[in-house]
């Protein structure tokens, strides 16, 4: 059966290619990319729409655009923050620590993405398998924690698991066909990970369009028992 699905933060490097791949590889319906920036024009298979996650009357105004009888097989959310040209940037040590450079990374990694569940989860289709999956990161795992560091980005991540099982644990009352996850992309190719590019072994970097299939591999193979859980590009759980 084909597939309605919404992709938010489809200007980045992982939700660009997460469309490019569901466009070209599975039978879509009809895509509806969120963004700050338009970048593509609507076609009878794409509907691009304005969304600013740091402001809860931005994705409130953006769900207006959704016509009334749409429901969603897959709700995407690939936004993200870990630095920008400014004043964000990972903190190496706890002297680093800055309440507004910790308020905006906790405000667009784990704010933003519970308030896109509490306007889209209505969205999702409630009789056959609908999913609705954030990009997080191996990085908020707390029992993985061995180097210490990056304290807001961590902790904005490890939030965000957070809310994604609470996510499952509530809407299992209302629709248990719901799956929530969060996945983990590999190191990938994008602005957000360039800095630190140079640490990472050149097999390990994927390309956008690699970790895309991946994760669209790990969603197709998700069922009731995953919900609330965190996975790697590759399928494999990665503990709190
Ligand atoms: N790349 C990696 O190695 C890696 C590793 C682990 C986890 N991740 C996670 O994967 C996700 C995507 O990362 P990426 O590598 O694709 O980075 P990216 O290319 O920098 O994409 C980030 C996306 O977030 C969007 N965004 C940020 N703030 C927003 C806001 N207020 N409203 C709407 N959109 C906003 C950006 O939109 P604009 O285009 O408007 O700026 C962009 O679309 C992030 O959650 C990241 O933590 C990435």
């Given at each position: 059966m084909k597939k309605t699905i919404a992709i938010i933060g489809s200007s980045g490097a992982i939700g660009n290619s997460i469309c490019e791949v569901l466009l070209s590889e599975y039978p879509i319906k009809k895509l509806y990319k969120f963004s700050r920036k338009i970048l593509s024009k609507d076609t009878d298979k794409i509907k691009n729409i304005v969304i600013d996650?740091?402001?809860?009357?931005?994705?409130?105004?953006?769900?207006?655009?959704?016509?009334?009888d749409v429901k969603f097989d897959l709700i995407f959310v690939a936004t993200g923050l870990l630095h920008n040209e400014n004043e964000i940037f990972p903190e190496k040590s706890i002297k680093d620590i800055n309440t507004d450079m910790f308020q905006k990374v906790l405000l667009v990694n784990a704010i933003g993405p519970?308030?896109?569940?509490?306007?889209?989860?209505p969205l999702l289709k409630k009789d056959i398998k609908s999913v609705f999956a954030f990009l997080s990161a191996k990085i908020g795992s707390i029992s993985d924690n061995k180097i210490g560091g990056w304290y807001s980005y961590r902790a904005s991540k490890?939030?965000?698991?957070?809310?994604?099982?609470?996510?499952?644990?509530?809407i299992r009352r209302n629709n248990n066909n719901a799956i929530f996850v969060g996945l983990q992309p590999g190191t990938v190719k994008s602005f957000l990970s360039k800095p630190f590019q140079k640490n990472v072994n050149k097999q390990t970097l994927f390309t956008p369009k690699y970790s895309a299939k991946k994760l669209l591999k790990v969603i197709d193979s998700l069922d009731h028992e995953d919900s609330g859980k965190l996975f790697s590009w590759n399928g494999e759980e990665i503990q709190p």
């Open positions: 996650i740091e402001d809860e009357n931005s994705i409130k105004e953006s769900v207006k655009h959704i016509p009334k519970a308030l896109i569940g509490k306007y889209f989860i490890a939030a965000l698991n957070q809310i994604i099982k609470n996510f499952s644990i509530e």
